[in-house]
């Protein structure tokens, strides 16, 4: 396992709680006119169109410092993440008791699956606060993203259910008020909705969750723990049926924030109506804590479970993908139909997770963070049409690229990404999940790859609606084209666009053990799920890491693999004190790296 | 062999810069970047090529491998090329043409204020196209084939302004997905069955019959959608809306070839199936044919080429259906030369009249076009397929094998050719002589406001040399290219080159009695000769003949509308119902229903809240009696 003296990953969580701790105690002069405090969220009746606000307030310094040092310490993560030995357990694991009496433990770690998911988070959240030209108040905004963010990493890196639990859910409030306070005209139907819809569905992940623990309780010798890893090894000695039970909990309320076809209609209403920041944060990340709730709770924990509904997801996933393509043909409106084509995009990576090959699981994963690059992307553009044209219905626009070259240069190029070129990231995750399906499920493969077909038909069409054709309407006459900051914004997006299609082979080899080693526990536990052998690698594990044949109750609640003293000390001091945790009872670090 | 990475880096460099700088660039900087990088992109391949002449005829094969692209465990594709006879052979004629064409569009497209995206474009296009023959394997293989269909999108509707030409751009990239539907599933079954997309892997093993017809038929698809078969060919008339240049280069000479290619590539597959290579010889014929009468009757002067291309297209398919690969690449060789010859010179036609496609608005221009008119001269008798220009040799080549395959398929290839005479003739007649048609409309043209007609004094003129040039140049190839490959003397050089790739074992040999080859030699002929004789008949004279004329000719079979009509208007409409009434007020509904019953409950509910006392009490009293009633039940059982 690898460790470093740095404790990494609490700082990457608490770096932008912070932040966004700073961006309150702001002092409330520092707004950058009365009239906006009006506007802001608080009020709940915001004032009709605010101007656009400097970025660079106060809080947007705050607010762009944090995120960019964020973003440095996730790409040291990365660097620093190992390749060799086909390290495919957790690295870099911080585990501090944190509620001691319920076996809760403050306990993150990276693998490969969630690296990148991590690296794509830190790289979204500074395009999506400073890209799209901000209305309305800044400091409100800033503090909101920067919670976002903390939560997202908090979800994306915690090894304790009860932690990814609280994550996952934060990301609601932040979410709702997002939607709610910058949104469109109908922004309050649609922010309670999101709200509403998702929030029920974490009924689901809790009781799944406390089954989960009640029932393990007495097979880890009658400790209760939330711990991921300790809770995996037990899982698989539960009754059967109950293995199952938890992972339809587990599927039902990953399934909604997905979201899965026919859990779906809360989509187009929130990302229609958010803002931009909203939505490029909205589709790039928070869909992808679904997916890898999926991924990590459901397929890593209950296999069992994860095999007997595998045909069900399977079936959702390429009914997701053919009836998704079909609606999102007709659209009206280039926003909600980017946010319907996000329904296909998710069910593909549904489809990979579920078809048990490396292939398909491994693609899955590449989808992810796709999505989050190419939909990040998608969203920020067509926010820049929003704000030269005031309207983003397909009949009010045309003949764009007349006025705007550039600017339709850089959507064509993501919109192929969204098709699926050769050459692009997309193409590379979309093949890799259909190769991997059609290797174990080939019919869901046959289906599923009408894709291709639909995903270029209402791409091209609702580009050429946009951007080719006569220029009818006057106001698409004289459209100031994308300026220099926004190319600038929109940038690193492309680069990874090229880069992860070109040369995927740096991502793709940090995953894939990981992958495989998921792959090999879902062998194990069900034998008959027909996983194909790929691979004859074994995979090193930390020994409190090995699911399968490590030291009974070694891996407890009470040991610790801490991140070295020093780091450790340091990290505990940061546990906030709102969690009712004594900094002396909360460290257990024994400071043993292996 | 170093120069094996240029023929690649050069057009990917240029294309690169041309992005980013072109802009900076402008005309005709841009132009002749563009060139200068097709042009040593060709003499890479000549210098591959002639260090693969020195070597022994098996050993003829270079693999470089550039990186490792996808690796998943044994999923392992490799960025790599393999420069063997094949690749090597449509590499030579992808960057020849395509550089003349690229030379020739620096004097077409002058004062186009996007001058630099289009060779852009063009770069980008010849890049692609050398990835997909030059790869290793059938993934990168796939990677140029979606970049070519990229570069076509880009091209078709690079006058974007135009309805019509967005329309087209975007038909042309879906027609082609659906082909590229069965090429992935094609590459999903090598996965499964091979492991491995690599044609080293793939293309030596012995198959099943049924599982290789899967595979080959998955191939072919893929290949009707590129190579614009039926059912997948509407989309290349329409492409027509782009540049010239871009017809010629990308619509008939090189990336509808892609198809053909394909299949010569997979024909070690494709050779376990019997049914197969029927469904393709088929395919081919009937395209063929149905193309060839539309021809017929259509009077702009690129969509008669274009219909044209498609049936040339069949012819290649025949003769790689019945076998005879090297018929097939022998013609696609030909009609690169020729058909990028007839769409240059149609170039200079249009460019001469300011941008008059319709053919019954032309006339007598042979004498306002001195390089032109042989040009185009010449082009014609070898698509016509008149002896000794290129088409005839190729195209006997492929009648012969067809007849081997089946005198039914040689009698459809026969029956083209006649056709292909008849409507080659109508278009020289009526675009070269009899009256000079285009004055009178120029003149309307010019009251209409636009001047530009009357800069030359309203008299046609030759095109600047950068035009000629490639003329010129693709005019000597028309004329002398079928020696690459004459059935006569020893010259069969293409087939010498391709043997080692279509062993006996993969492409049985076939022998066609001698006396038979000349029967089908001379009747060809006879029919070719037929067809322009008729065709002169025909055209001298008259300018509109009703009668020969159809409109169901001049409408396609009404095949397009049809489709339309039965096929997209109901997907169209379900669409509509599927994202209108079944996801807003079905998926949705639910869900508000859901919500609604709650909120509802929660209204029912309150009323209970009274705030009277006596209520509660009523209610705690009855509760308390049921519960005690229902004590003593159990109490008492």
Redesign the interface.
Known sequence: MKTTGLPILNIIVFLPLAGAIICLLLPSASWSSTSLRRSSWSTGRPAPAPGPVSTLGPAGIVGLVVALLELAFVIFLVIDYPTSGHAAGFQFVSRHSWIGAFGIDWSLGVDGISLFLVAMTALLFPIAMFGPTLRGNSRAFMGWMLLLEAACMGTFLSLDLFVFFVMFEITLVPGYFLVAGWGGARRNYAAMKFF??TFAGSAFLFVAIIALVVLAAPRNGGHQTFDLITLARIAGSLPHADQVLIFCGFAVAFAVKIPL??F???LPDTYTEAPTAGSMILAGILFKLGAYGLLRLGIYVVPVGAADMAPVLLTLAAVGIV?GS??T???KDLKRLVAYASIVDVAFIVLGFFAFS??GV??GVLEMVNHGLTTGAIFFLVGIVWERRGTLRFSDLG?L??SM?IMAAVF?AVV?SAIG???LNG??GE??V??GT??TH?WW??VA??A??TA??YM??AY?RV?????LNPANDAVADISWRELAVVAPLLVGIVFLG????PF??RV?PSV?YLLDRVEQAAPNAHVPK??NVTYSLPANQDVRGGPPGAAGAASASGSGGAGSGGSSGSVPSAAGSTPGSATASAGGSK | MNAAYLIPALPLIGAIVLLFGGRRLREPLSGWLATIMAVGSFVATVIVWVSLLGKQASARSIDKNI?????????HVNAGLQLDPLSILWCLFVTGVGSLITLYSIGYMHGDP?FS?FFFLLNAFVFSMIVLVLADNY?FS??G???VG?CS??LI?FW????T???A??KA??TN??G??GF??A???L??HFGSFNYRDVLHSHLSGSFATGLALMLFLGAVGKSAQIPLYMWLPDAMEGPTPVSALIHAATMVTAGVYLVARSAPIIHFSSAAQWTISIIGAATALLAATIACNQNDIKRVLAYSTVSQLGYMFLGEGSGDYGAGIYHTVMHAFFKALLFLSAGAVIHALHDEQNMKRMGNLRRYLPITFPAFMIGFLALAAIPPFDGFWSKDAILAAAWHKSPALWAVGVLTAFLTAYYMTRQVVLVFFGQSRWFDHAKERGAAGDHHVYEAGGVPHEAPATMTVPLVILAAASVLGWLLDAPFGGLDFINKWLAPLFPPTVAPAFSVATGTKWLIGLVSVAFALAGLASGVAAWRRAVDRPRLEPAVLEHAWYIDEGVSRTVAGPL?R???T???V??GRL??GL?RAV?GSFAASGRQLRRVQTGYVRNYALGISAGAVIILFYVSLRAGS
Not at chain 1, 467 to 471: A, I, L, N, Q, R
Not at chain 1, 502 to 505: F, G, H, N, S
Not at chain 2, 160 to 163: K, M, T, V
């Open positions: 509403i819809y076809v026919p779906h209609s809360w009836y079909l609606i043909i007709m659209q490396s292939q491994t693609g003949g690229q007349k070259p064509l192929m070129l050769p050459g193409f590379v093949f890799l259909l190769v059609f290797a080939r493969a046959v790859t009408v291709v077909i270029a038909v091209l069409w050429q951007f080719h054709g006569p220029v070109v040369y995927p082979r793709l080899e894939t495989n790929t691979h | 990186f490792t692209w996808v690796p998943v465990n044994s999923l996007s995206r993934l796939f990677f084939w979606e970049g990229f999108y880009g509707g974007f302004d135009r309805d030409a967005a329309v751009a975007k990239f879906v997905r659906v590229d539907y992935m599933i590459l999903f079954l996965f499964q169209t379900m669409a509509n599927f994202s209108f079944i996801d998926v949705d869900v919500s």
